[in-house]
């Protein structure tokens, strides 16, 4: 069993749509929570990251982390074309530089 | 700043040639990571280095792949002799940080490589 798992998709919504991207992770050590971006042909860029449990809110974009349950989450609010794209959770201990990706889920938002 | 620089962007190559791939991360950064990217597996983390010590290279995959970090300025990835299973996107990624922190990486365009 991987340590994080993560439907690949690929997901295909409508402009305006609310998203939401998951990932459930085995490991409880897990303390930093991140979500990068990557569009095609480019290396991911980080979103948001937040540290163990609660919400985190920038613009759009809301990420949450239930650690009782082992879940993340990202919701992208009034979702764009210029959203599309491969989202990757990604996961560390507090001790060790290790960061853990999930497979990626691909995003495409139709105008 | 430039941002973590990575060449060649692209290599094809035949199987049992050596393959050498070449990282400059951000000025600064402590941290370097070598990642790498496929379809049926995802990114792999392979080997990550701390002030140019390597810390954790649980990730590589096999005697055939080396990876070197003479200074702070430059890292290489090589892989001798490469097979067609060794055809990926290598990413090269850079961050500052504690290795109790959040250490955000910061992620190259990468090295797409075709082994035929």
């Known amino acids: 069993q991987k340590e994080v798992e993560q439907d690949p998709g690929p997901l295909s919504v409508p402009e305006g749509a609310i998203v939401s991207l998951n990932c459930t992770y085995s490991?409880?050590?897990?303390?930093?929570f991140m979500w990068y971006r990557q569009y095609s042909r480019k290396g991911p860029e980080l979103l948001m990251y937040t540290y163990s449990s609660g919400n985190k809110e920038d613009g759009r974009f809301t990420a949450q982390v239930d650690k009782s349950s082992k879940y993340i989450s990202l919701f992208i609010r009034d979702s764009q074309p210029s959203d599309s794209a491969t989202y990757l959770c990604?996961?560390?201990?507090?001790?060790?530089?290790?960061?853990?990706f999930g497979q990626g889920t691909e995003l495409s938002v139709k105008p | 700043d430039a941002g973590v620089i990575q060449s060649p962007r692209h290599e094809v190559t035949e199987m049992g040639q050596e393959v050498t791939l070449r990282c400059k991360p951000i000025?600064?950064?402590?941290?370097l990571f070598w990642y790498r990217q496929t379809m049926m597996r995802g990114l792999e983390l392979l080997i990550y280095?701390?002030?140019?010590?390597?810390?954790?290279d649980s990730g590589m995959p096999e005697d055939r792949f080396s990876a070197k970090m003479p200074n702070a300025s430059f890292s290489t990835l090589k892989i001798q002799p490469s097979e067609p299973r060794d055809s990926a996107v290598y990413f090269c990624?850079?961050?500052?940080?504690?290795?109790?922190?959040?250490?955000?990486?910061?992620f190259g365009a990468g090295s797409r490589l075709t082994v035929l």
């Open positions: 280095f701390n002030n140019n010590v390597p810390i954790d």
């Open positions: 490991n409880s050590a897990f303390q930093y």
């Open positions: 990604a996961m560390k201990r507090n001790q060790g530089g290790k960061l853990i």
């Open positions: 990624a850079s961050s500052w940080g504690t290795e109790s922190g959040a250490n955000v990486l910061t």
């Open positions: 000025s600064g950064h402590d941290y």
